[in-house]
C-alpha cells in the first residue's frame, strides 16, 4: 500500500508554497513545530492528506499514543505526518503545511515521497523550518540564519547565511532533494538559547513566523504567539535575576552578543547546570514553564 493517503486533493491552489517542520532534533525548544502550528491556526488549514508511518517510524522511539473516545472507547493514535491546505484569498499565493516527528528510517524514500506531493500539487517552492541550540542570551532578538537554492534570496531575506558542517536531521535531507529535483528550496533556522532549551520558545517561534512571511509574502495573525513570547520573556527574566550565576552567565552572552572579539570568559557554571537552575526556579513558581 503506498504510504501516502490523500482524504482528498485540493486544487485551484495559487502559487503554492509548502511549509515544513518535524518534531525532534531539528526542533529546539518546540520552536519551529510550534511556528507551524500557529501558521496553521491562523490561516485556518484544513488537512487533506497524511502519510502511513509505518515505514518511517521506530515506534519505540515515537510511539503510538492511547486516545479515550466520548470517554469510553480507546484508540490507538499513530504518529502519523499530516498535510494540510491553507489558503490565503488576499496574499499572493496559498501554502501547504507539512507537520510530523522526524523519522526513523528510509530518509531518502522519505524525501522522495515529499518531493513527488510536491510535484502533484504544483507547489513553486519549498521552506523548511527548524531551530537550533546556540550560545546567545534570551534578551537578544532571535537571529534567523537560512539557506536557499537561490543566493540571491538569501541575500533580499537579509539572512545569516549558515555555515554549518556536521550531522544533519530530515530536514537537511529534504532540502538536498528539493534541490536534486529543481524545485526552488530555503530553509531558516532560529537560534534557540541553549540554558533554557527545556522549556518550549515561542520568541523563537514567533521570529520563524516574521521571517516566513517576509520569504513566501502571506501575513499571518500572531497575537497569540506574541502574548507568549512576551510572558516567556518575563518569566525567563525573573528566573535569571533569582540567581547571580546565572545572571552572570547570560550577561557574559549579551557581551559577546554585542563584540566579535570579547575576551576569553572567566569560569563559568555548565549549560547543565544553568538549565536545571532555571527549570526548577519556574516549577516554584506554580509549576508553569513558558509555554507557546
Known amino acids: 500500500m503506498h504510504p501516502l493517503r490523500w482524504e482528498y486533493r485540493p486544487d485551484g491552489l495559487r502559487a503554492p508554497a509548502l511549509v515544513c517542520a518535524f518534531a525532534g532534533w531539528n526542533d529546539a525548544a518546540d520552536a519551529s513545530s510550534s511556528a507551524l502550528g500557529a501558521i496553521g491556526e491562523a490561516l485556518g488549514a484544513r488537512r487533506f492528506a497524511t502519510i502511513d508511518p509505518e515505514e518511517f517510524y521506530d515506534f519505540q522511539a515515537t510511539r503510538p499514543r492511547i486516545k479515550m473516545v466520548d470517554g469510553q472507547t480507546r484508540e490507538i493514535v499513530w504518529p502519523e505526518v499530516e498535510l494540510f491546505e491553507a489558503r490565503v484569498p488576499r496574499a499572493p499565493r496559498d501554502l501547504i503545511l507539512l507537520a510530523g516527528s522526524e523519522p526513523s528510517f528510509r530518509w531518502r524514500a522519505f524525501s522522495k515521497l515529499i518531493v513527488e506531493v510536491v510535484e502533484a500539487i504544483g507547489a513553486q517552492l519549498v521552506v523548511t523550518l527548524g531551530a537550533l541550540l546556540a550560545d546567545v542570551p534570551h534578551t537578544r532578538p532571535v537571529a534567523i540564519t537560512g539557506l536557499a537554492s537561490d543566493p540571491a534570496l538569501v541575500a533580499r531575506l537579509g539572512l545569516s547565511t549558515s555555515s554549518y558542517e556536521g550531522p544533519t536531521g530530515i530536514l537537511g535531507i ?16 532560529a537560534t534557540v538559547p541553549h540554558y533554557i532549551a527545556a522549556a518550549p520558545n515561542p ?7 516574521r521571517k516566513l512571511e517576509g520569504l513566501v509574502g502571506v501575513a499571518v495573525d500572531a497575537s497569540e504567539l506574541e502574548r507568549a513570547a512576551a510572558d516567556y520573556e518575563r518569566q525567563v527574566n525573573l528566573a535569571v535575576q533569582s540567581d547571580p550565576d546565572v545572571q552572570s552567565f547570560v550577561e557574559r552572552l549579551e557581551q559577546a552578543a554585542g563584540s566579535e572579539s570579547s ?30
Open 174 to 189: 529534504l532540502h538536498a532533494a528539493c534541490q536534486d529535483a529543481g524545485l526552488p528550496a530555503a530553509s531558516l533556522w
Open 203 to 209: 520568541k523563537a517561534a514567533l521570529a520563524l513566523v
Open 263 to 292: 575576551e576569553e570568559p572567566g569560569p563559568l557554571p555548565s549549560g547543565d547546570t544553568i538549565a536545571r537552575d532555571l527549570q526548577r526556579f519556574l516549577r516554584q513558581r506554580g509549576g508553569q514553564s513558558p509555554s507557546a
